[in-house]
């Protein structure tokens, strides 16, 4: 069954951390680009950071360099977004997705239009405010 379930959302001050997790079921991780992406109210879906399948590069949003790091754990198929110095500006829902074409041949340059991805978790709601 594919499927990618997101948890670890929440309300947090400006400044503070989360931590958010994306279980993926009926992938093999390293075969297939992964991404984060959010959509605030009123806003179209965006790209967050993203990874080529085999690591070979990563995209991040201007909005997050130096903020938020995406992470992938082969062994559990589980992908992460560590998010730090949150702002208001970061409140949204975030959602994991996953491109469902498996190589070879592997995309060498990570992508992270909406567009580019085909399956997608439910997301989980993150909030900053003070």
């Known amino acids: 069954q594919l499927r990618l379930v997101e948890s670890g959302g929440g309300s947090v001050q400006p400044g503070g951390s989360l931590r958010l997790s994306c279980e993926v079921s009926?992938?093999?991780?390293?075969?297939?680009?992964i991404g984060w992406f959010r959509q605030a109210p009123g806003k179209e879906r965006e790209g967050v950071s993203c990874?080529?399948?085999?690591?070979?590069?990563?995209w991040r949003s201007n909005a997050v360099l130096g903020r938020f790091t995406l992470s992938r754990d082969d062994a559990k198929n589980v992908v992460y977004l560590q998010m730090n110095d949150l702002i208001p500006e970061d409140s949204a829902i975030y959602y994991c997705?996953?491109?469902?074409?498996?190589?070879?041949?592997?995309?060498?340059?990570?992508?992270?239009?909406?567009?580019?991805?085909?399956?997608w978790g439910q997301g989980t709601q993150v909030t900053v405010s003070s």
């Open positions: 997705a996953i491109n469902s074409r498996r190589g070879p041949p592997f995309r060498a340059n990570a992508r992270c239009g909406v567009n580019d991805y085909d399956t």
């Open positions: 009926g992938f093999i991780l390293k075969d297939h680009e």
């Open positions: 990874l080529a399948a085999r690591r070979t590069s990563a």
